[in-house]
């Protein structure tokens, strides 16, 4: 049982490159988010997504896309990387509304310089 | 909007001693309280829950009542390990905005032997 399952683990960017952080999981869970990390800010949402086909922006999406076409990933594109996107991103999922908690990925330690 | 506020930290505390750590909301409706951890290098992990008042959630030694009159959800454990060391997150979700979780700013805790 693998749980959410992100990649990559760390990456380091030029400013301007674009990449996707790859998110998955194997739960079957209908909720999906995108969150960052930054030092003294706790996690922020970025995107998430209530099901296949569906998603919504959240507290800081600007700079980044999603999709939802399978049940199963969530992936985050960063579309013109910039410095202020230095971050760790955590994916998580949630069977249900989300209500009872989600289970989050190990994260992806992202640098752009 | 709906807010957390922890207990700013970093806590140093010795081994065996007697650990609080607070947080209070701010949420329209009836939340769901939550404590997270996240150990160095890893994702955040649920360590435990409430989803009424006056409910207690308890995992590994550690309690939380979700007090509504106060709006806390102080986490607390009698006898803290060295193993214990870790950032530690508030956080709630409500029925309206159960796509999210909010968190607070997060409290590093270090258990000295």
């Known amino acids: 049982n693998a749980g959410v399952t992100q990649t990559p683990k760390f990456q380091v960017l030029k400013t301007g490159q674009s990449m996707t952080l790859q998110c998955a999981q194997d739960m079957n869970h209908e909720y999906m988010s995108w969150y960052r990390q930054d030092p003294g800010m706790g996690l922020r949402l970025i995107h998430y997504s209530v099901g296949a086909g569906i998603t919504d922006q959240g507290e800081v999406p600007n700079g980044y896309n999603v999709s939802r076409s399978t049940t199963e990933d969530f992936p985050l594109r960063l579309l013109s990387a910039a410095p202020s996107q230095t971050s760790v991103y955590f994916c998580?999922?949630?069977?249900?509304?989300?209500?009872?908690?989600?289970?989050f990925g190990s994260g992806t330690r992202l640098t752009v310089v | 909007g709906d807010s957390v506020t922890q207990m700013e930290g970093p806590v140093t505390l010795s081994e065996e001693a007697f650990l609080t750590i607070n947080c209070t909301y701010t949420a329209t409706g009836y939340p769901s309280l939550f404590w997270y951890v996240q150990y160095p290098g890893e994702g955040l992990q649920l360590l435990l829950k409430a989803t009424k008042a006056d409910d207690k959630g308890s995992n590994k030694g550690f309690e939380a009542t979700y007090r509504k009159e106060t709006t806390s959800f102080h986490l607390e454990k009698g006898s803290v390990q060295v193993s214990d060391s870790a950032v530690y997150f508030c956080?709630?979700?409500?029925?309206?905005?159960?796509?999210?979780?909010?968190f607070g700013q997060g409290t590093r805790l270090t258990i000295n032997p």
């Open positions: 956080a709630l979700s409500t029925i309206q905005g159960a796509q999210k979780l909010v």
């Open positions: 998580a999922s949630s069977y249900g509304q989300g209500y009872y908690g989600y289970t």
